[in-house]
Structure formats: C-alpha cells, structure tokens
C-alpha cells in the first residue's frame, strides 16, 4: 500500500475543506449585522417552503423585514434610510451568505436581535400610543410587501381595514396630542415605528393591532 507523506496528506485535507461552505460570522457593522441576518431568516424560511414556487408564509415574510425594521429602529426614531440600506446589502450579500455555512447564523442572529424571538407582546397602554404604534407599522407593512399584495391579500387587507378604522380617530388626537405642525407629528410617528420595531415580531404585534383596533 503507498504511503502517503504527513505534508502531503495536509496539504490534501486542506485542499478538501477548501472545497466545502466556508464558516460565516455574523458582522460588526450594523447594517451588515442586519442585512445578513435578514438573508440568512429568508434562506431558513426558503429551506422550510416545500413548493419554491409558492410564496413564503407571511409570518416569515415579516420576519425578514423586522431585520431593517430593527436596524432603522436603533434609536428613539425610526431611520428610513437605514432601512432601506439593510435592504440594498441584503442583495449584495445573499449570494456569499447562501453558499456558505448559513446554519450557524441563526442562533446568532437570534442572539443579536432579540426582538425578533419575542411573541408575547402587549401594545402600550395609553391608547393614542397604541394607535400611532399600529398605524406606522401596518403602514410600513403595506409599503414594504406591496408588490406582493396578491400574496398577502388577506392579511394586508386586515390591516388596511384596521388603518380605517385609525384615522378618524387619529386625525383628531394627533393634533391635540402633539400639536398641529407637521415636523411634530412626523417626529412622532418616527418614534412610534422605533417603539413598534422594538416591541416583538411584527406579526405578533399587528394581531395585538388588529385585535384591538380592527
């Protein structure tokens, strides 16, 4: 039997373990902590989905997005513009994400977005704060899966159905609330898609919404 010399058979296994996933870690960066995240909750819920043709279920849909949500919720106010940035690297880091070892990611992810692994959830309990939290993140909702709206039809219908019911009843306390100017009231609505973002998954939340408010 031929022998194989020490170096050889290192250079070998190397050679080996090169051609496999490589080990991801989970980036510093906060909007490539979340972009990545988001990537890896699609690819876990894409693995899961029998049918690659079939839409992936709506609760994970949301759960993809509350990544963005999140990273644009780190402060007292929502950043649209870091929202959107999580969205553009996601695209950017899908394909080096997916070909690697993405496994090891979910618990980190769940590690470091705790948010995203909370069901139980109760909405403030002052019922202006309620409303805004809801009307912001249906809203956002609605926005972000609007070209899936036939996807979704029956939930986002829901929650449009409950944005109805919200508006009489806001365009009346917003002002006396938090005065008439628009920077204000912008400023408050900021604040309530943060708080929102930061309260749980966004499934959870929004039945909390519908249940109350619907």
């Known amino acids: 039997m031929m022998k194989i010399a020490p170096a050889a058979a290192a250079a070998a296994a190397l050679l080996l373990s090169a051609c496999g996933p490589k080990a991801l870690t989970l980036p510093e960066q906060p909007v490539d902590r979340a972009a990545t995240c988001g990537v890896v909750a ?5 693995a899961a989905t029998p049918d690659i043709q079939q839409p992936l279920p709506f609760t994970a849909q949301l759960g993809i997005l509350h990544y963005a949500l999140l990273a644009g919720s780190e402060g007292d106010e929502f950043s649209a513009e870091t929202a959107t940035a999580v969205n553009r690297r996601m695209s950017d880091l899908q394909e080096n994400i997916t070909g690697g070892e993405w496994q090891p990611l979910v618990s980190a992810c769940a590690a470091a977005f705790p948010a995203t692994q909370r069901t139980e959830v109760a909405l403030p309990s002052d019922n202006f704060e309620a409303q805004l939290v809801c009307d912001e993140l249906g809203d956002f909702i609605a926005t ?3 070209s899936q709206e ?3 039809a029956t939930q986002l219908g829901d929650y449009r159905d409950m944005a109805r019911n919200l508006d ?9 609330r938090i ?16 708080e929102a973002a930061k309260l749980g998954q966004p499934v959870a939340v929004m039945r909390q919404c519908v249940e109350r408010f619907g």
């Open 42 to 46: 699609a690819t876990e819920a894409r």
């Open 144 to 146: 972000a899966l609007m």
């Open 150 to 152: 036939a996807d979704y």
């Open 168 to 176: 009489e009843s806001l365009g009346t306390s917003m002002p006396a």
């Open 179 to 194: 005065g008439s100017g628009l920077a204000a009231q912008q400023k408050a609505r900021r604040a309530a898609l943060a």
